[in-house]
Every structure is written in C-alpha cells, then in structure tokens.
C-alpha cells in the first residue's frame, strides 16, 4: 500500500513538472518567433553578428490575397486546364511565325498559365502578348528574366547597373527607386513578374555563374539590397522572385551545365545562404525561385537537385521559413537538372518538391500526361495541384489579372525610356563609384596649376570618353594601349613618352566577369602599372569592371573601382578625379586585403559636373524645345551654326551643338569648335582682371583713370574714373573707325608702311589669316584714342550713358600698366589655366588648327579676306587681336567654367579666385534705366530685350556678343546660359537673331523648364 501511494505521488508531481516546463518553453519559444519576424513591409532591421535560427519553422507572412474570383475561377477549370497554369513557357520576340503559332498552340492545346519573354524588342512583344493574352481562356501571367532591368533581354530599352555595382551603393532608397522604375517599365509592356532581385550572397570570388549579378558578399548589404529591390517591385504590383534558393553563391559550378555542390553545413545554411531569404520572406515576398544545386546537408540523396528536394522546397522553405507565395523553379532545360532524368519526370518531381510553377519547361505533352497518370497513381494528390492552382490564381488576381487590358503600344520607346529613368541610372552610377585608396589625399585634385598629368587606356574597349572628360578640367596628353602592353618594348616606350609627366591616370576597360581567365587582366598591363609607380609617378588606377580585378594590380597612390563599365562610368570617374563630385561608394565583397565595405569618401571642391536635366530640377523633355528652335534658325539661315549650353546647381546639364561652320561646306559644330566672342572680351576677360585687381586692392574703382595712364592728363579723357568706365559713362565714343581707316589708301587699299601679306620681325601683328601689321601699329592705335572725340553726352555730373568699345580698350591699358603684363598673359596665368580652360584665350591660330575655329566674316571692306581664327572686330584687329572689348575665342564649356566660377563668388576647384563679396558687388544694378552693373548687362526692368528672357531674375547678368554670342548667369536659379553662333559669316549685316529673337527665345524654354518654378506656377 506505501508503494502504491508513493508511486502516485511520485506521478502526479512529475506531471505537474512536466505541466510546468512546456508553459516555460511555450512562452520562450513565442518570444522567440517574435523577435526574428520582421514587420511586414517593413525593412528588417540590422541583425547581431550571430542569428538565432528557429528551431523548427517561422510563422507565415501571407502575401497572397483571398478573392472570390480566384475561388470561382478555380471552380470552374477542368483537370486539363489546372495542370496547364502549373506551366510557364519561354518565348522570344524576335523569333518567326512558326515559333509565335508554336506559342498559340500551347495556349490552345495545354491551357498553359503564363510566359517568360527573352530576347527581342518592347513593340513586338506588347504585340505578341496582346495576340497571346487574347486567345487564352485565363489571363497569362508575363514574366521576364530582367535583374538589371528590361535592357537585360530587350533591344531599345534601359539596362541599369548589375547587383554588383549596386551593393558599392551606400543609399538603399536609391535601389528601391531602381526597383521601382523596373516596375512601373514592367507593368507598361504587360509584365507581371521580374524574376530578380538574386539574392544569393557571393561568397566565392571563382563563382562563374552568380558574380556581379550578386549584391556581394555581405549578408547584411545583399539582405538590404535584396528587399529594396523587392518592395520597389512590389509597391508597383510587380511580383519580386529572390533566387536562387537556397543560395548559388559559393559553388564553383555553372547550372547552366552541371549540378553546382554546395558543400555548407546546415548550421552554415543558416547562417549565410539563407540569411537573404528568412529576411525577406518574413517581410514580403511574394515569390522564390528554386536552383539547381546539389546540398548533402539539405538532402544528401544522390544527385538530386534542390529545386526537386521535397525536404529542401517543403520541408524547408515552405514549413520551416513559412513562405507561402509562389515557388518557380529555374529553369528547367538546364543541364544541371536534365542530368538527373528526362524532361517529363524532373517536371513531376519538382512539382512534387513543392514548386508551384515550371519555368521554361521541356516536354510540355508528356509532362501533362506524366502528371495525370502520377495523380491517378496518387503519386500528387489533385488536392495539391488545386492548392498549387489557388496560389497562382491568387497571385494573378493581386497583380491585375482579374481586370485584364491589353498593352497600350502608343508612344511604348517613349515610355520605357523616359528622362527620369536615365537620370537613376546615372544617379546609381554615381553613388557606386568606389574610391578604395587615396594615399595622402591625392583626390580629389585641387589645383591644376603646376599639374603635368597624362592618362594611359588599356584594354579591349578603351574608349576616349574617359580621356575627353578629363581634359574638360585639365588639358591632358592621352595615350592608348588597346589590348595592353604585349611586351616590354612595348612598356618601355610608353613610360618614354610619359617620362615628362609628374602624374598619370591609368583606365582599364575590357575587364570581364570571367574569374577563370583573371577577368581579362594580363601580365602586361600590371607589369606597366608596377614600372610606372617604381619611376616615381603619381599613379592614378581607375578600374572599370569587377573589383575581383583589383588582385591582379600592384600600390598605387590611388585606386578607383567603377565596378562597370560604359560611358556614364567613364563621364563620373574623371569628375571625382577632380572633385566635380564627390564619391560615397563601397566595396561589396573582400579583395586583396580590402575587406567588403572598405572605401574612402571623396568631397567635392567646387568644380563644373555634368548631369541630367532631371537631377537639377528641369524638365529634360521642355528643353528638347531649343532643338526644334535652333534647327529652325540654322534652316532660316539665321547663322550657319551654333551651340546652346546650359549648366543649373553646378552641372552642365544641356550642351548640345546645331548646324556647321558655314553654309558652304558639311563641316558640323562640335564641343571643341571655337568661336569668335566678341564683346564677350568686356567680361570674360578684361572684367574678369579688373576684379581680380581690385580685390587685390591694386586699383581704386572711383580713382580716375589717369592715376594709373598719364598719358591722359591734359586731355579731354583726364577727369573720367574707372567706375564710369564700367557703367559705360566716361564720355569715350561707342567705336571709333578713324583706327583702321587711317591705315588704308583714299582708294580702299591697306597701306604698305602698315601691312604685309607674310610675317616678319617687323610685320608681326596677325590682323587676319594672310595679313600681319607692324608691331608698332599697337602704339599708334593707343595714341589715336587717347586723341580721340569725346561724345555728345555731357551732363552736369559728368557723361550719360554710352556703350563704348574704347572705354574697355581704355580698361586694358589700365590692366596691362597695374600688372606689367599684356591683358591676354595676364588672364591666362591667373584666371583661365588655374581653371583648366583649354580653350579660352586670345589669336588662337597659335595654339589650334582654323578647321577647328568657326569663321565670321567674309571681309570685302577691310581685309579683302575670310576671318577665321583671327578677330573680326577692326579695332581689336589693328593691335594684334588683343584688345579689352574683342579679341577673345573659346568654347562653351570653357565660358561654362568661368562663369560658373563667377556665380560661385570666386570659388572654383579649391581655390579662391576672388573675395564672396567682389562678384556680387560689381554684378548688382548700378544703372537702372540702361540695365547696367560694372561692366555687367543686366536684365531690362521692363522685360523688353531682344536676347535676354524676362523671366531672368533681377539679380541676374551677363553680357552679348556682335558676332552672334552670349553668356548669362542667374544667383537666383542657380543657372549659367552660354550661347555661341556665327551669325556674321558670311555677312555681318544678317541680323535675324536680333529680328527673330532667337537667344531670348531659347533662354525662355531654359526658364520653362524650371520644374519648381512650373508648379509653383501651376
């Protein structure tokens, strides 16, 4: 009896132990669950160093939406037509009519559920699936396999980076955008699921399959990436599919061809492979696909591929991560599952797996067939395929399927490649370039004065692009290996011709992702690197392709990873180079001792970058209006040719070119021609040294000019300051014809004690392409108008206003005697190669070809010949084409940068060219009723001009040139406006841009596009 009752208390108290042990672990097991799911929709956030892995399996997030018309739909299939949804079928646009009828007839005869398009063009597959769509009982789901966009399988369409380059991106919202625009591309050609974001982590740098197309090899950065791209998608009813479950990252095989092992412990798998996964499957995602791979810790049965494991697709990703959206397979004709059997039995045994849809499947007949006969052998239950069947319908009906319209082919190449699209792209691109070393600080560049660089391109595809951007900012010697050095003859002559150069900057293109062949490095282009750096030169590397290569190169002073290449990477590298912009990006995976997330932020030193309208906040599409503008000026034969410029936050954001040099030969305006400026002279060159003086206190603006000319006293000129010869008010007539006509016969001829048809040492003033005056020439011209006739304009404060050449004449006589140099000298060493200026500069026949210059007149009053390259005004003609008012020739990029320099106060490149209060203080409104600053025009108070648009601030300047010119600066908006024509070639007297108001007209659609200002408007 003790027994017996001792027994029984021994047994009600260890069942109330056991009572209270399970509400213990059913209380931690919840706390548990909770902890490791994220909210839904919601970015997880950032995990510890280790993850605690459920033991069993995580709640489901539902994602598939309950709808009567999925319950109905599903009701009302047959057998036949339930199995067909479980098929998506690959398709190609670009193919002929017995493969389209091919298509229609599996949509006939097998009911099949969707297709994937491949290669081909937007047009004929808006068309196919419409054809497609209109013949199928149930809507067709459309896929694509796009991970970089619609340009990844379609002509004519947008491509954006590659994962890669996205995880060297620090802003995850940029990537969502990304997403998001694939979508909303997506949805406009009919598209209902992007088999993308890959989510697999590329932890072997030799994997030759996955590689760039991962975001790297940081669990955490590829988890972030991956769900930025999803919710992108999937904001936009676009189906995101993260593959390839679960996880292709650290195989050394292609599935393409075999069945890659991935030797991973569980404990790994959890850890790594399939962090991506559990984060975004606990958040929102509504689709996986399945890769072939072979896991002994997953499923060690022989040579079974995951994507046909039931333990793997069920067991794991279904029960134990409680993913409940869509499972594709990958595709289904790779060899690294049609190893394992015929096309019919894997198709059955990856649906028996657990995947709810075949993607690209072979044997499409018999694999129906072999799935009817496994569910009257109830190998697969009907029970299943109807849950399979529910899902997909579901899916459908949440991506519009259940209110399906055809794809509207109206304006389609439009649409899909619209301005704000580009703009991300090169939004992306910029924030991933990578800077991954910067010894002492060598970027970005500072000042460019005493910097003698070169750039050497190595590689298939080295292209001039890179090269022409960096002599934007510095003139600079470009040489080529196109293939890379062969030899080292080869290399020993190049570092001959680079043996003048203190640094060089070093491109290498043609690097592919090709790990088994080192990327496409070779030996000859890391042996010229190394030999390069042991002469001691400054050595910039700029690799555009895979950061793998970074291996293969040897030091350098400073390394730059593009991660990609094409010409937006080759526009970027060299602006960072300079400090145009600034450089935030990161290694995505660990190469050569730089661990995944090294790199160095790089700022900007106030120098010109370049951009899309969009970046800047205008409308890309308004500005294509100057297009249709300056054609039509170029047919009316307003000018023979022109270039518009327009730069707005420090970036030139519109430069485009219109016309040719003349109306006689198919010579075409480019970027580099060069135009006679004209008055552009007065503030491009001759204000620009006057400010420089006065902010070095050297001249005294209210002092008169004779102080510093005392060749002035005692003439009529003695009592005028340097003030009223800015505003124009020193009584010094407009221009003064005496200068050159005194110099011809009473017949029309030139006078031979003045001229000579060839130079000499005494004839060595050029006053035209074939015609040189005497030096002395210079002198006289000066004497002649200092004795010069005062105008009619006195007033009893002193002279009215009178534009006047001779007052700016009068200007450079004062520079050239404060500085003791002549004006064009003094200019280039302190303002225009500071600033890197190729162009800008006075009688540019001594530095450029005349085939590279625009001509103006055909000069029968004068010269008695065509002016190219020399100056067409006949003042500044007469002494030597340097002179204060005329004389000066340059690009638009080149006036781009002074004047952006003048609308940054000064400040251009890291140096301070003047004081924040000089610019505005001679730039403000001095002389309202005439619309004049020290020396600045200004904006006419009634809006009524000619060239300038009235809807230019009051606070903007600029100034116009006779032969067709302009540039114009805006503080308010931020903007610098150059035009550049030669409207007096042939005939100055052609004054249609004057009549016709063609600057004023393009100047107003530069306005118009102000994207704050339009709705502010609105």
């Not at 590829?222 to 930025?228: C, E, F, L, M, Q």
């Not at 690197?529 to 910039?540: D, E, F, N, T």
């Not at 006293?713 to 006509?741: A, C």
């Not at 249609?992 to 004023?1000: A, D, G, H, L, P």
Request: some cysteine.
């Amino acid at each position: 009896m003790k027994n017996w009752l001792f027994n029984r208390f021994r047994l009600v108290v260890g069942i109330v132990v056991l009572v209270i042990l399970t509400s213990v672990v059913s209380v931690a097991w919840k706390l548990i669950t909770i902890k490791t799911k994220p909210t839904k929709l919601e970015a997880p956030a950032t995990a510890e160093k280790k993850t605690v892995a459920p033991k069993k399996r995580i709640d489901p997030v539902l994602v598939l939406p309950e709808n009567e018309w999925v319950d109905s739909t599903l009701k009302s299939l047959s057998i036949e037509q339930k199995i067909g949804q479980l098929f998506m079928v690959a398709t190609f646009s670009n193919r002929d009519e017995a493969h389209y009828r091919y298509i229609d007839r599996l949509i006939n005869e097998f009911h099949i559920g969707g297709l994937i398009f491949f290669q081909g063009g937007p047009l004929g597959q808006a068309q196919l699936t419409n054809r497609y769509q209109s013949i199928s009982n149930i809507p067709l789901f459309i896929g694509i396999d796009g991970e970089w966009g619609l340009g990844m399988r379609l002509d004519s369409t947008i491509s954006f980076p590659k994962q890669m380059v996205l995880g060297s991106i620090q802003d995850d919202e940029l990537v969502y955008r990304m997403g998001s625009d694939i979508a909303k591309q997506c949805a406009r050609l009919g598209i209902h699921i992007n088999f993308a974001p890959v989510s697999d982590i590329n932890s072997n740098p030799a994997n030759p399959v996955i590689g760039i197309r991962s975001f790297g090899e940081d669990r955490e950065n590829v988890t972030r990436k991956a769900i930025a791209y999803m919710k992108g998608l999937q904001h936009n009813r676009v189906i995101a599919t993260a593959k390839h479950f679960p996880g292709h990252g650290d195989t050394d095989a292609d599935s393409h061809f075999t069945l890659p092992v991935l030797g991973h412990s569980a404990e790994q798998m959890k850890e790594t492979d399939l962090y991506p996964y559990r984060h975004m499957i606990a958040d929102s995602l509504m689709g996986v696909l399945s890769g072939h791979l072979y896991i002994p810790a997953l499923d060690n049965t022989p040579n079974l591929a995951s994507s046909l494991s039931e333990k793997v697709i069920t067991g794991l990703l279904r029960k134990d991560l409680g993913f409940r959206g869509l499972v594709f397979t990958d595709a289904m004709n790779m060899k690294g599952v049609l190893k394992t059997g015929r096309a019919a039995e894997v198709n059955l045994k990856a649906l028996v797996a657990g995947n709810d849809v075949l993607l690209y499947p072979e044997s499409i007949g018999e694999t129906v067939a072999k799935i009817k006969d496994a569910i009257n052998q109830r190998i697969i239950s009907e029970k299943i395929i109807d849950d399979k069947v529910k899902r997909i319908l579901q899916a459908k009906y949440w991506a519009g399927l259940s209110r399906y319209k055809p794809v509207d082919t109206t304006n389609l190449y439009t649409d899909l490649n619209n301005e704000s699209s580009k703009e991300l792209y090169r939004e992306l691109c910029e924030a991933s370039v990578t800077v991954v070393k910067n010894d002492n600080g060598i970027l970005p560049i500072g000042s460019v004065t005493d910097l003698k660089m070169a750039s050497v391109s190595m590689g298939e595809g080295s292209s001039s692009s890179f090269q022409r951007m960096l002599s934007i900012y510095k003139p600079t010697r470009a040489f080529t290996f196109y293939d890379g050095p062969s030899s080292q003859e080869q290399i020993t002559e190049m570092l001959g011709y680079l043996e003048s150069y203190n640094t060089v900057v070093v491109d290498v293109h043609g690097i592919s992702s090709n790990p088994r062949r080192n990327y496409g490095i070779t030996t000859g282009m890391t042996d010229f690197v190394g030999q390069l750096k042991q002469q001691g030169k400054k050595v910039i590397l700029c690799l555009f392709g895979t950061p793998y290569s970074i291996q293969y190169f040897p030091e350098t002073d400073a390394l730059i990873c593009a991660s990609q290449d094409g010409r937006d990477q080759q526009e970027i590298v060299p602006q960072i180079i300079f400090g145009a912009l600034e450089s935030q990006g990161r290694l995505p995976v660990s190469v050569l001792g730089y661990k995944s997330g090294s790199g160095v932020s790089t700022k900007s030193v106030n120098r010109i970058a370049f951009g899309t309208p969009e970046s800047v906040g205008m409308d890309g599409l308004m500005l294509k209006k100057i297009d249709q503008i300056a054609t039509a000026a170029v047919d009316d034969r307003v000018f023979p040719g022109c270039e518009v410029l327009v730069a707005r936050r420090g970036k030139i954001i519109y430069e485009k070119q219109f016309g040719g040099l003349n109306y006689r030969t198919a010579e075409r305006v480019t970027p580099e021609t060069i135009y006679d400026l004209a008055s552009l002279t007065k503030v491009s060159a001759t204000l620009q040294a006057i400010m420089l003086l006065y902010d070095r206190q050297q001249i005294d603006l209210d002092a008169k000019a004779s102080i510093y000319l005392p060749e002035l006293s005692g003439t009529s000129k003695q009592n005028f300051t340097v003030r009223d010869l800015l505003l124009h008010r020193s009584g010094m007539i407009s221009f003064y014809p005496s200068l050159w006509e005194r110099t011809k016969t009473s017949a029309g001829g030139l006078l031979p004690e003045y001229y000579s048809s060839k130079a000499d040492t005494s004839y060595y003033l050029q006053v035209a392409p074939k015609l040189f005056a005497k030096g002395a020439l210079r002198d006289s011209v000066w004497k002649w108008v200092v004795q010069s006739p005062m105008n009619n304009r006195k007033e009893r404060a002193g002279y009215g206003y009178l534009y006047s050449d001779l007052g700016f004449l009068t200007l450079q006589k004062i520079v050239e005697k404060v500085t003791g140099q002549p004006l064009d000298i003094f200019v280039s060493s302190n303002i225009y190669e500071p600033l890197g200026l190729s162009y800008l500069g006075f009688n540019p026949l001594r530095r450029f070809s005349e085939k590279q210059i625009a001509p103006t007149e055909q000069d029968y009053r004068f010269r008695g010949q065509l002016l190219q390259g020399t100056v067409h005004d006949q003042m500044a003609a007469v002494v030597g084409g340097v002179s204060g008012h005329a004389g000066l020739f340059g690009t638009a990029r080149d006036l781009a940068v002074l004047f952006q320099m003048n609308l940054w106060k000064g400040n251009y490149g890291g140096t301070k060219f003047y004081q924040p209060a000089t610019v505005p203080l001679f730039s403000r409104v001095y002389d309202e009723s005439h619309h004049r600053g020290l020396g600045w025009d200004k904006t006419p108070l009634d809006g009524n001009s000619s060239y300038v648009s009235a809807q230019a601030s009051v606070n903007s300047f600029g100034h116009t040139g006779f032969t067709g010119t302009m540039v114009w600066v805006d503080p308010e908006e931020d903007l610098v406006f150059v035009f550049l024509s030669n409207r007096v070639n042939p005939d100055p007297e052609n004054t249609n841009i004057t009549t016709q108001r063609t600057r004023r007209k393009i100047q107003d659609v530069v306005y118009s596009s102000l994207i704050e200002r339009k709705s502010e408007v609105h």
